[in-house]
């Protein structure tokens, strides 16, 4: 079972977060290998946090050491094998980890790319989730399998290619 627990501040448009932070993990975690956490008993928790830029350049600063705002960042729990981690769960639960988003970052680039914010931020909780799992985009290889992923789990909630504009993709 999937929960997503929002925490929403001031300033992100009036959009149902809850509904779409929800639809945006769960569509990302059945487009890999852990689609059966979805039925499981065990309960997968996943927080994503509708923050400022101001807030998402401190995290990145003190976090990944780059003094600026990006427009999501994960905070991964499980830093081991996710499926070994969830067999040895003695409450039933497991803590995923952390989406956080930057609303100013968030809105420019929707902006840019001519999307709705809610379109863009679905993109960036699908992208976020997809690290939480242990996908990462530091090689040509991780990064294609990782765009993969995420267009096949956009398309199948009627979301266009994120990545569409880039060449070879």
Known sequence: MIEVAVLHEEGWPGIDWEFLAQRAVATAIAHSPYAAFAADQTLYEVAV???????????????????????????????????????????????LGDIVLAEG??????????????????????????????????????????????IAALLSIGLADPYGDREGV
Do not use: W
């Open 49 to 95: 946090k509708l923050t400022s830029d101001e807030e998402v350049h401190s995290l990145n600063r003190a976090y990944r050491d780059k003094d600026k705002p990006t427009n999501v960042l994960s905070f991964p729990m499980v830093q081991d094998d996710l499926l070994q981690a969830t067999a040895n769960t003695d409450d039933g639960e497991v803590l």
């Open 105 to 150: 970052v968030c809105v420019a680039e929707a902006a840019e790319k001519g999307i709705s914010v809610a379109d863009h931020a679905t993109h960036l909780i699908v992208h976020g989730t997809f690290h939480l799992l242990g996908y990462d985009h530091m090689d040509d290889n991780e990064a294609e399998a990782m765009e993969a992923l995420e």
